[in-house]
């Protein structure tokens, strides 16, 4: 069965930093392309960033870019989200998925107000 679950967001100041951790299971997690997504209310899904699974290259959207960094632990079958200077809109649910795979988890809410 796959299952992605999420932790780590919160309440945090514009500027603040937060990490996102994501454990992945019932798949093959080391060949998997894994990307972190975001929701806001009333607001499209935005895909944030994607890890790859050879050589563990990334890529984010324009809005995070030099801000938001994601890595991955195949070990530890777990995919992170190191999110720095954050602004307001930066606030959402965010959620991992595996390329390919239906399946999400119920996601970590991040707010980021003062």
């Known amino acids: 069965q796959v299952q992605f679950v999420e932790s780590g967001g919160g309440l945090v100041q514009p500027g603040g930093s937060l990490r996102l951790s994501c454990i992945a299971s019932?798949?093959?997690?080391?060949?998997?392309?894994m990307n972190w997504f975001r929701q806001a209310p009333g607001k499209e899904r935005e895909l944030v960033a994607t890890?790859?699974?050879?050589?563990?290259?990334?890529a984010y959207a324009d809005s995070v870019k030099g801000r938001f960094t994601i890595s991955r632990d195949n070990a530890k079958r777990t995919v992170y989200l190191q999110m720095n200077s954050l602004k307001p809109e930066d606030t959402a649910v965010y959620y991992c998925?595996?390329?390919?795979?239906?399946?999400r988890g119920q996601g970590t809410q991040v707010t980021v107000s003062s």
């Open positions: 019932g798949f093959t997690f080391s060949t998997a392309v």
């Open positions: 998925q595996a390329r390919g795979l239906a399946y």
């Open positions: 890890v790859f699974s050879v050589g563990e290259n990334t």
